[in-house]
């Protein structure tokens, strides 16, 4: 029995919440009026069926007043003429006439009372249906404002189910705009290091020749390091010496300046060479005089 109890309890509680949840106010107000303005016209209509019976009952009295009002002359006819026992019998039949008017004037009097609380009751629920219909509208407005409101406050907050609609949305498209400009650098990267000429090319290069080729420019890499640093170290002593003598070091001499040193009656004599890299740096060769020098051949002046 009170697993039973318990069961209707769930049962009604998720019922009311699912009703809460679909209930309109607006349209609960609506309703309301309705039933309102459906109450009040049938008060009415029973005002006008009162009204309806009380003047027939009045026409009931006043056709039986005439009755009456008719056998009392036949009477007084009836004992003018002699005729006592026709006066009897019409006053018989006034006096039942009589009674039934007596009855009428008192459904009458009831009637009468009833339309008059009929009327006023009717008018007084005519004055709580307006009032309920202008507090109605009010209500209605006023919800409707603040249904509104909170549906701008859930846009700007972004905790609307549509605004989470297009969140999720939004967030969608970004992550596959970054996930696509993440393959489009893979791609980038991939065919600038040469990964992807194979399969374009159609070639049938594997990762044997990629190592080798990748040795090879290494080879070169180092073989103009090597040049690179005999080049260096081959000017470094020439540079020490310019700056021991206090002079730079003179240009070697070419064949023009050759030339015009024997004109001169000059010549240069070369450098000697380096004697190793611990030797101290020699001195600038001087000029020879032309006489020291040995005389050439007679045949080589000729030629």
Do not use: C, H
Request: proline share 4%; net charge negative; aromatic share 2%.
């Amino acid at each position: 029995m009170g697993v039973m109890k318990r069961v209707s309890l769930v049962f009604k509680a998720k019922a009311n919440k699912a009703l809460d949840k679909m209930e309109d106010p607006r349209e609960t107000l609506d309703y309301s009026y309705q039933r309102q303005l459906e109450l009040l016209t049938k008060v009415r209509r029973g005002v006008a069926d009162v009204a309806t019976s009380r003047k027939r009952v009045e026409l009931q009295m006043n056709q039986l007043q005439q009755q009456a009002n008719k056998l009392e002359d036949q009477a007084r006819k009836a004992l003018g003429m002699g005729r006592e026992d026709l006066a009897r019998a019409a006053l018989e039949r006034k006096a039942s006439a009589q009674a039934q008017l007596n009855d009428l004037q008192v459904q009458y009097a009831q009637l009468q009372a009833e339309e008059e609380k009929l009327t006023v009751a009717s008018q007084r629920l005519q004055a709580k249906v307006d009032a309920f219909r202008t507090r109605k509208e009010t209500i209605k407005a006023t919800y409707t404002a603040a249904e509104a409101q909170t549906r701008i406050n859930e846009a700007f907050t972004g905790i609307s189910e549509e605004m989470g609609d297009v969140g999720m949305a939004i967030q969608r498209a970004e992550d596959k705009t970054a996930q696509m400009q993440a393959r489009a650098g893979a791609i980038d990267e991939l065919m600038a290091s040469g990964a992807l000429d194979d399969a374009v090319g159609g070639s049938n290069r594997d990762d044997i020749q990629n190592e080798l080729d990748m040795m090879s420019a290494s080879s070169d890499v180092e073989r103009e390091l090597s040049r690179l640093k005999g080049e260096i170290t081959a000017g470094a002593p020439k540079q020490l010496e310019g700056g021991a003598n206090g002079n730079s070091q003179a240009a070697p001499p070419t064949s023009q300046s050759q030339g015009q040193g024997q004109g001169q009656g000059v010549q240069y004599a070369p450098p000697p060479p380096e004697q190793g890299q611990g030797a101290q740096p020699t001195q600038q060769a001087q000029p020879v005089p032309a006489s020291d020098l040995p005389a050439e051949p007679q045949d080589r002046e000729g030629s």
